[in-house]
């Protein structure tokens, strides 16, 4: 049991000893609406990469306030990563986004998730389609040697509004192709296993559009030079984004023959809100 050193003056008042309390060891803003963190990882956690789990703050009435998060670093980190928007009203990120190392913050260890490998049928080449803050779990499952194992191609695909907002995944992407001990995990070369294909929908960049648009009309697959689109037989996905973005991409994958998968029943793609509403 740990004391909970608390973020706001509110919960100051009467902070009780928690337990679940984790604490926070780093915070990096990478704009005015998204931030990631690291905190400690509880002794008894263990997790698939790919999964989620409830974390949060006291909430000014002193119980806990909750949400799903993704766990953004991989099983085998001695740490757990988290990469969250800051909404301003939001009951949770109005405060979570003023943590600071040294702050503790509520984790149940409690993981689960659908986007797991666990949940797919063999295959050659997987597909991560992130939006926004859904690029998180794949934040995971990029740093995973099973990723690796499994498949002979990865394709990230990211779209965000802005070109800021696709600022940690490309910088994550470009440590992973430099980490030493990833090359030494999973073995030399692993990371040229990686396509990287982000995208702006409401600022200029070098490659703009809805991935879903690109998808339909054939650019994605002329730009990475994958012939016959996405197929059942070789091909596999995880889909993370908003629920429009989620629906939109199942059709699409529906339409190149690929069904939906779970944990109970691997199939050929999982889909996982990257947030409700
Ligand atoms: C399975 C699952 C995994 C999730 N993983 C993450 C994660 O890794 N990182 C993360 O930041 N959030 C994640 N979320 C969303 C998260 O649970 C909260 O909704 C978010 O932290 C905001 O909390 P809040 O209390 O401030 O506002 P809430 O009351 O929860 O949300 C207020 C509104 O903000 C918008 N919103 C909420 N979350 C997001 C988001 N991530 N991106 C864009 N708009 C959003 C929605 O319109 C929502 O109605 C996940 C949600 C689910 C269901
Ligand atoms: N990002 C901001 O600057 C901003 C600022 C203030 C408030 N908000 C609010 O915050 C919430 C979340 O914003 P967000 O930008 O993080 O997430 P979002 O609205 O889900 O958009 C993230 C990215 O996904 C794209 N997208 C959305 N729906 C799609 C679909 N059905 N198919 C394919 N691509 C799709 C968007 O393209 P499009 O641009 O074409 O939609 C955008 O590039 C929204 O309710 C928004 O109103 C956002």
């Given at each position: 049991m740990t004391e909970m050193r608390p973020v706001t003056e509110a919960a100051a008042i009467k902070a009780p000893t928690l337990p679940d309390a984790q604490t926070v060891t780093q915070v990096k803003h990478w704009t005015d609406r998204l931030f990631s963190f690291r905190v400690t990882r509880p002794a008894s956690l263990r997790f698939r990469s790919g999964e989620f789990v409830m974390i949060g703050l006291l909430g000014d009435n002193g119980k806990p306030l909750l949400r799903a998060y993704s766990i953004?670093?991989?099983?085998?980190?001695e740490e757990l990563e988290f990469y969250s928007i800051k909404v301003q009203d939001g009951p949770l990120t109005s405060k979570l986004q003023h943590i600071q190392p040294g702050n503790e913050i509520i984790l149940r260890p409690k993981p689960v998730g659908t986007l797991v490998h666990d949940a797919l049928l063999p295959g050659k080449r997987i597909w991560f389609f992130a939006t926004g803050t859904g690029f998180a779990p794949f934040a995971s499952l990029l740093r995973e040697p099973q990723t690796y194992e499994d498949y002979d191609e990865i394709v990230i695909t990211h779209t965000c509004?802005?070109?800021?907002?696709l600022e940690y995944g490309r910088q994550l992407i470009e440590q992973i192709r430099q980490d030493e001990l990833l090359a030494e995990l999973i073995g030399e070369g692993f990371a040229d296993k990686i396509r990287y294909y982000p995208t702006t929908t409401r600022e200029k960049s070098p490659r703009m559009g809805r991935i879903t648009e690109l998808l339909r009309d054939g650019t994605v697959f002329r730009d990475l030079g994958?012939?016959?689109?996405?197929?059942?037989e070789t091909d596999r996905a995880m889909v993370c984004g908003s629920l429009a973005f989620n629906h939109d991409i199942k059709a699409i994958l529906e339409d190149f023959g690929l069904t939906e998968g779970a944990n109970s029943d691997p199939r050929e793609f999982v889909i996982e809100k990257a947030f409700v509403g």
């Amino acid at each position: 049991m740990t004391e909970m050193r608390p973020v706001t003056e509110a919960a100051a008042i009467k902070a009780p000893t928690l337990p679940d309390a984790q604490t926070v060891t780093q915070v990096k803003h990478w704009t005015d609406r998204l931030f990631s963190f690291r905190v400690t990882r509880p002794a008894s956690l263990r997790f698939r990469s790919g999964e989620f789990v409830m974390i949060g703050l006291l909430g000014d009435n002193g119980k806990p306030l909750l949400r799903a998060y993704s766990i953004a670093s991989p099983a085998w980190d001695e740490e757990l990563e988290f990469y969250s928007i800051k909404v301003q009203d939001g009951p949770l990120t109005s405060k979570l986004q003023h943590i600071q190392p040294g702050n503790e913050i509520i984790l149940r260890p409690k993981p689960v998730g659908t986007l797991v490998h666990d949940a797919l049928l063999p295959g050659k080449r997987i597909w991560f389609f992130a939006t926004g803050t859904g690029f998180a779990p794949f934040a995971s499952l990029l740093r995973e040697p099973q990723t690796y194992e499994d498949y002979d191609e990865i394709v990230i695909t990211h779209t965000c509004r802005e070109v800021a907002e696709l600022e940690y995944g490309r910088q994550l992407i470009e440590q992973i192709r430099q980490d030493e001990l990833l090359a030494e995990l999973i073995g030399e070369g692993f990371a040229d296993k990686i396509r990287y294909y982000p995208t702006t929908t409401r600022e200029k960049s070098p490659r703009m559009g809805r991935i879903t648009e690109l998808l339909r009309d054939g650019t994605v697959f002329r730009d990475l030079g994958i012939e016959g689109g996405i197929k059942p037989e070789t091909d596999r996905a995880m889909v993370c984004g908003s629920l429009a973005f989620n629906h939109d991409i199942k059709a699409i994958l529906e339409d190149f023959g690929l069904t939906e998968g779970a944990n109970s029943d691997p199939r050929e793609f999982v889909i996982e809100k990257a947030f409700v509403g």
